[in-house]
């Protein structure tokens, strides 16, 4: 006998579940799917056939039963579906088909995915898409289907996320910490491919903003790198390329490493490596200037930009003392050390030896130098430069392993020449009497290449008088030409008394033509104050003291 139902539009004969194994699988590899379904009939009904719709319609399929299903009242029964995975997406069941009874009298129930069930979570129960007013069934035999335990342990899913294969290609980087500023630091970079052939691929490096300047990135020819091209490489091919970093200044940074490539089934994948790079000075400098004449330290001289250097004085020999310490984690071989002046010669006094010095971390080292600054010239010149040239390498013997770098250090000491204008007071007594005149003569002479004038002026003190002109512009002095005044003065007090100072001062036509021919630091009117603007005492007796 045929077993007759009727149903109305909300009474749903079988309800319907589907559930993913796992919430996300890397394409290329299995997953289950597992479909269960309740019977919420009085009477057994067969399931003959299951249809999956997916939200990519190319895995849409059909699942055949070798004969019908026998599902019990009130009981629920699961199929397991194993399923391989290629592309790359979200993929989602969205309908059910099932088939109920035996051929040719079947009858179809559809499904679809809830819309609240549509992310990783609940179960899909499923909406009856066509609800049943009436069926036919033949009954079949009888076949009890027990729970897949599949069903019973998982977290309900209806989506599996299907991610990129595992990295086809393998990126190592390997490198001696740190990085030693100026030397050439070799990085191996080493690519191994998996299962898949690569068809092509690209090496980029990529550092943080503002730190180009500071790092170069180099190939095996120590030219500038910027990529590097991969062609096809089989399954198992192992590939080492060598790269160079040259760092110039900082502390450190950050150098990714990135490969973008292509294997051989389509798949676009990017893999990138972090890089940490701490840099270090290979050698500290400490530098020392003694007079050689009194052996006496010279006291460094501020500088116009704020930093310290000493002052070399034209024809005085000074003796240069550089103490060097290795502050690597690395041994280093000190090959040459040179001094380049652009304002004399230096002679080694005691340095290295022609075939170079280890230093071990920390170890220290000392030479110097017998400076002799140029003899003054009456030229105009910029602010002298002065460095040391370093060479050295990492490591000990001479092995090629590391290559040989070389930097410069600063000398903090500088020769400036002489300003081409001379001024000065001609001795006066060394003591005044009270009302005796005494003269005092201020001289100039223009060592320049152009016409100079001068204003020549008197600070009075009440301790003396003055005959002379307070107020005096020079005449125009033609290079090589000099002048003079001459002041008496009497003193009308006893003791210790302040002297009439006198000033000379360029004019202001002067200034502008002597600054537009020379460069030097000092300005001409700074020059010629230091050489006569400046304060003295002196001790006048009463009358009629005899000095002499």
């Given at each position: 006998?045929?077993i007759?139902?009727?149903?109305?539009?909300?009474?749903?004969?079988?309800?319907?579940r589907?559930?993913?194994?796992?919430?996300?699988?890397?394409?290329?590899?299995?997953?289950?799917?597992?479909?269960?379904?309740?019977?919420?009939?009085?009477?057994?009904?067969?399931?003959?056939?299951?249809?999956?719709?997916?939200?990519?319609?190319?895995?849409?399929?059909?699942?055949?039963?070798?004969?019908?299903?026998l599902?019990?009242?009130?009981?629920?029964?699961?199929?397991?579906?194993?399923?391989?995975?290629?592309?790359?997406q979200?993929?989602?069941v969205?309908?059910?088909?099932l088939?109920?009874?035996?051929?040719?009298?079947?009858?179809?129930?559809?499904?679809?995915?809830?819309?609240?069930h549509?992310?990783?979570?609940?179960?899909n129960?499923?909406?009856?898409?066509?609800?049943l007013?009436?069926?036919e069934?033949?009954?079949?035999?009888?076949?009890?289907?027990?729970?897949?335990?599949?069903?019973?342990?998982?977290?309900?899913?209806?989506?599996?996320?299907?991610?990129p294969?595992?990295?086809?290609?393998?990126?190592?980087?390997?490198?001696?910490?740190?990085?030693?500023?100026?030397?050439?630091f070799?990085?191996?970079?080493?690519?191994?491919?998996?299962?898949?052939?690569?068809?092509?691929?690209?090496?980029?490096?990529?550092?943080?903003?503002?730190?180009?300047?500071?790092?170069?990135?180099?190939?095996?020819?120590?030219?500038?790198?910027?990529?590097i091209?991969?062609?096809?490489?089989?399954?198992?091919?192992?590939?080492?390329?060598?790269?160079?970093?040259?760092?110039?200044?900082?502390?450190?940074?950050?150098?990714?490493v990135?490969?973008?490539?292509?294997?051989?089934?389509?798949?676009?994948?990017?893999?990138q490596?972090?890089?940490?790079?701490?840099?270090?000075?290979?050698?500290?400098?400490?530098?020392?200037?003694?007079d050689?004449?009194?052996?006496?330290?010279?006291?460094?001289?501020?500088?116009?930009?704020?930093?310290?250097a000493a002052?070399?004085?034209?024809?005085?020999?000074?003796?240069?003392?550089?103490?060097?310490?290795?502050?690597?984690?690395?041994?280093?071989?000190?090959?040459?050390?040179?001094?380049?002046?652009?304002?004399?010669?230096?002679?080694?006094?005691?340095?290295?030896?022609?075939s170079?010095?280890?230093?071990?971390?920390?170890?220290?080292?000392?030479?110097?130098?017998?400076?002799?600054?140029?003899?003054?010239?009456?030229?105009?010149?910029?602010?002298?430069?002065?460095?040391?040239?370093?060479?050295?390498?990492?490591?000990?013997?001479?092995s090629?392993?590391?290559?040989?770098a070389?930097?410069?250090?600063?000398?903090?000491?500088?020769?400036?020449?002489?300003?081409?204008?001379e001024?000065?007071?001609?001795?006066?007594?060394?003591?005044?009497?009270?009302?005796?005149?005494?003269?005092?003569?201020?001289?100039?002479?223009?060592?320049?290449?152009?016409?100079?004038?001068f204003l020549?002026?008197?600070?009075?003190?009440?301790?003396?008088?003055?005959?002379?002109?307070?107020?005096?512009?020079?005449?125009?002095?033609?290079?090589?030409?000099?002048?003079?005044?001459?002041?008496s003065?009497?003193?009308?007090?006893?003791?210790?008394?302040?002297?009439?100072?006198?000033?000379?001062?360029?004019?202001?036509?002067?200034?502008?033509?002597?600054?537009?021919?020379?460069?030097?630091?000092?300005?001409?009117?700074?020059?010629?104050?230091g050489?006569?603007?400046?304060?003295?005492?002196?001790?006048?007796?009463?009358?009629?003291?005899?000095?002499?």
């Amino acid at each position: 006998m045929p077993i007759c139902y009727a149903v109305n539009q909300s009474f749903p004969l079988v309800s319907a579940r589907v559930q993913w194994s796992v919430p996300s699988v890397h394409a290329k590899n299995s997953v289950k799917l597992a479909i269960a379904f309740t019977n919420h009939a009085e009477h057994p009904l067969p399931v003959a056939g299951i249809d999956l719709t997916f939200s990519d319609p190319r895995l849409n399929q059909p699942v055949s039963l070798e004969q019908p299903v026998l599902l019990e009242p009130e009981s629920e029964a699961a199929f397991c579906l194993v399923m391989d995975l290629v592309v790359i997406q979200e993929l989602t069941v969205e309908e059910l088909h099932l088939h109920l009874g035996h051929a040719p009298n079947k009858l179809r129930l559809d499904y679809a995915l809830k819309s609240e069930h549509a992310g990783a979570g609940s179960w899909n129960t499923g909406t009856a898409l066509a609800k049943l007013q009436s069926a036919e069934l033949n009954k079949g035999p009888s076949k009890h289907v027990h729970d897949n335990e599949l069903c019973s342990v998982m977290l309900e899913r209806p989506m599996v996320q299907v991610l990129p294969p595992p990295a086809t290609l393998v990126l190592e980087v390997e490198h001696q910490a740190p990085v030693l500023l100026f030397e050439d630091f070799n990085i191996n970079l080493s690519i191994s491919t998996n299962a898949d052939q690569l068809s092509s691929g690209r090496i980029s490096f990529g550092l943080p903003e503002g730190a180009k300047d500071e790092l170069q990135i180099l190939d095996a020819e120590k030219q500038v790198l910027d990529e590097i091209l991969l062609s096809d490489m089989l399954p198992g091919t192992r590939l080492e390329v060598p790269i160079w970093l040259r760092a110039t200044v900082g502390v450190g940074t950050v150098l990714t490493v990135s490969c973008g490539y292509t294997t051989h089934q389509g798949f676009n994948q990017l893999v990138q490596i972090p890089v940490e790079l701490a840099f270090k000075n290979p050698v500290h400098v400490q530098f020392h200037f003694l007079d050689a004449a009194s052996g006496l330290e010279l006291q460094p001289a501020t500088l116009p930009d704020g930093s310290s250097a000493a002052q070399l004085n034209p024809g005085s020999n000074v003796i240069m003392l550089a103490q060097f310490t290795c502050s690597s984690q690395h041994a280093l071989q000190l090959l040459s050390i040179t001094p380049e002046l652009s304002f004399g010669t230096a002679s080694e006094l005691n340095g290295i030896e022609q075939s170079g010095l280890v230093l071990e971390p920390n170890d220290g080292f000392s030479a110097s130098w017998l400076l002799v600054p140029a003899p003054n010239q009456l030229e105009p010149s910029h602010l002298t430069v002065a460095h040391l040239e370093l060479c050295y390498k990492r490591g000990h013997g001479t092995s090629d392993q590391h290559p040989q770098a070389q930097f410069s250090v600063p000398i903090p000491a500088i020769s400036t020449p002489k300003l081409p204008v001379e001024a000065y007071l001609s001795p006066g007594p060394e003591q005044y009497v009270c009302g005796e005149a005494a003269s005092m003569t201020v001289h100039i002479s223009n060592l320049s290449s152009v016409g100079l004038k001068f204003l020549i002026s008197v600070d009075m003190s009440q301790d003396f008088l003055v005959s002379g002109p307070t107020r005096l512009h020079t005449p125009q002095l033609e290079p090589g030409a000099s002048f003079q005044e001459t002041y008496s003065m009497i003193p009308v007090k006893t003791g210790q008394v302040l002297l009439p100072t006198i000033k000379v001062k360029p004019t202001p036509e002067t200034s502008q033509v002597f600054d537009s021919w020379w460069t030097g630091t000092v300005p001409l009117e700074d020059h010629l104050a230091g050489l006569v603007s400046v304060e003295q005492t002196s001790f006048v007796h009463p009358p009629g003291v005899h000095l002499y």
